[in-house]
């Protein structure tokens, strides 16, 4: 569906950050769309995501509008000692348009202030990934020119982000519970499916050797532990013919 209206835009962007429950999920794509979604919303030249965990940027993205990705994620990385991402971060609070050039003056955040200056940055401003008490890292929107701070125009704008950056941390955070979700339903089909055929393998041996389903498990474990193999790939060996009788029975 193709949205005209700024609103029918905002919609579908909200809609597409929470959509993470999908097993082809890449972090770096989502991230990439969610700052291109905020250069078309808002009046921005670029944008950037940093995911942050025990305090160390795991995830980078920028937007790709205008070909400015490498310009965004750079000015990310010039945030290593300091910036808008890391303070927003670390307060868990928007932080509000901040004009470059007077930021820059006043030594505030030198490093990425002189890297803005360099990409022609006017004014930038930041706001939290976050899902209730839980931070996941913050969103950065750069901005060609300086937001009139009179008017309620600018407040807009940071809702806006705002809520972007809410609908992202909903989509990272339900994504994490899918895949740990996902994981632990394979380690629990794995298991079943070993015990499976662990048990087709001693009914195997049992009927073979006209012995018990015990005496049978014993000769599998033994057999196991003298050749230091898992129980499963032995049972494996079995079922599929690939073990010798003498191996599994040595002379006693």
Known sequence: MHHTTREGRFAAALVEAADTLTETFDTGDYLRRLADHCVELLSAWAAGIVLIDDGEAVALG????GGREEVALDLLAAQRNGGPCLESYGSGRPVPPVAISVAHAA???PEFTGQALRHGVVATFAVPVRRRDALLGA????????PNCAS???????????ALADAAALGLQNHRAYA???????????????????EQA???????WHVGTDEAFIALRGHARRRRTPLDRVARAVIEGAVDDTDLRPSP
């Open 139 to 146: 969103l950065n929107v750069f901005t060609p020119a300086l």
């Open 180 to 198: 740990r979700s996902c994981s632990l339903a394979g380690q629990l089909q794995e298991a079943l499916s070993s015990r499976v055929r662990i």
């Open 62 to 65: 920028g937007s790709t509008c």
């Open 107 to 109: 030594a505030r955040w």
């Open 152 to 162: 309620d125009n600018w407040r807009s704008e940071l809702q806006v982000a705002q």
């Open 202 to 208: 001693k009914g195997i041996l049992a009927e073979r």
